[in-house]
T-cell receptor, first 115, second 112 residues
């Protein structure tokens, strides 16, 4: 069974631009969570989606948004990019309606560099 | 004070050594505790998952939780060069529908 896939793997943008990242969960998984990983702050929760609905949101500004499609694929968007948005963005999928950390699997991440 | 504190290392040990990795936390509501391993250019993968206090063993890995001290540990016996990675602790208040809170990770190098 294929794992969580994220595209693109690497991205370079400039300040003020916007970016969209994509996540395809493991087949059959319906819950998708997004995390930001930086050396300074570590891994921080962004948001979680299930059945196209956002169920949880972390403490990030409104420039960070996401959505989930009917096939469970998810996208996250960051508008008006800032230098501090440079990070590894990780997506994780879970098969159950309630995110069960024991069966949550991470993708390889998208590394975003903002210049 | 951050909810979860973890020494970032780096930690360098010889092959075969016993490795001890630790995290402390401040939120007494945490009940589920996890350890993840993250290789370079990869996403985290779950190593150990425990509920409440106590020990859990899986092969060369042992996870310990001491809720009274708000302290969790991961022990790696007979460490191998393939164990070289960043180890992240994570915890949550419940098993579902609550986000994980991560430590910043400890970078481990096992030298052959």
């Amino acid at each position: 069974k294929a794992g969580v896939t994220q595209t693109p793997r690497y991205l370079i943008k400039t300040r003020g631009q916007q970016v969209t990242l994509s996540c395809s969960p493991i087949s059959g998984h319906r819950s998708v969570s997004w995390y930001q990983q930086t050396p300074g702050q570590g891994l921080q929760f962004l948001f979680e989606y299930f059945s196209e609905t956002q169920r949880n949101k972390g403490n990030f500004p409104g420039r960070f948004s996401g959505r989930q499609f009917s096939n469970s694929r998810s996208e996250m968007n960051v508008s008006t990019l800032e230098l501090g948005d440079s990070a590894l963005y990780l997506c994780a999928s879970s098969p159950k309606g309630r995110v069960n950390q024991e069966t949550q699997y991470f993708g390889p991440g998208t590394r975003l560099l903002v210049l | 004070q951050k909810e979860v504190e973890q020494d970032p290392g780096p930690l360098s040990v010889p092959e075969g050594a016993i490795v001890s990795l630790n995290c402390t936390y401040s939120n007494s509501a945490f009940q589920y505790f996890m350890w993840y391993r993250q290789y370079s250019r990869k996403g985290p993968e779950l190593l150990m998952y425990t509920y409440s206090s106590g020990n859990k063993e899986d092969g060369r890995f042992t996870a310990q939780v001491d809720k009274s001290s708000k302290y969790i540990s991961l022990f790696i016996r007979d460490s191998q060069p393939s164990d070289s990675a960043t180890y992240l602790c994570a915890m949550s208040r419940s098993s579902g529908n609550t986000p994980l809170v991560f430590g910043k990770g400890t970078r481990l190098s096992v030298i052959a």
